[in-house]
């Protein structure tokens, strides 16, 4: 059994910063990846950023300078610094692991960006 457990939501103004955690346990074998999506309301879940396990990241145009993946495979964590965050980062951000049997996700941390 594989748990993925997403921390560091919350409410921020425009501009502001947040640092989510995703921290996963189990029976772990042969992780390709671990990344972040999110999903904002009335909208389809779009990848955030991806940090595979030889530590190639890819992220979102949209997020490209202002979001920093990383992660720590020792404790098999991954982050996402977020900073100068927009209204329309304002979305549940869901944590996922992928290995080469099957894909795990979290159940969501919500990120809402307002004044």
């Known amino acids: 059994q594989v748990q993925l457990v997403e921390s560091g939501g919350g409410l921020v103004q425009p501009g502001g910063s947040l640092r989510l955690s995703c921290a996963a346990s189990?029976?772990?074998?042969?992780?390709?990846?671990m990344g972040w999506y999110r999903q904002a309301p009335g909208k389809q879940r779009e990848l955030v950023a991806v940090?595979?396990?030889?530590?190639?990241?890819n992220y979102a145009d949209s997020v490209k300078g202002r979001f920093t993946i990383s992660r720590d495979n020792a404790k098999n964590t991954v982050y996402l610094q977020m900073n100068s965050l927009k209204p329309e980062d304002t979305a549940v951000y869901y944590c996922?692991?992928?290995?080469?049997?099957?894909?795990?996700w979290g159940k969501g941390t919500l990120v809402t960006v307002s004044s």
């Open positions: 996922k692991l992928e290995t080469i049997a099957m894909n795990y």
């Open positions: 940090i595979t396990s030889g530590g190639s990241t």
């Open positions: 189990g029976s772990i074998f042969s992780i390709n990846a």
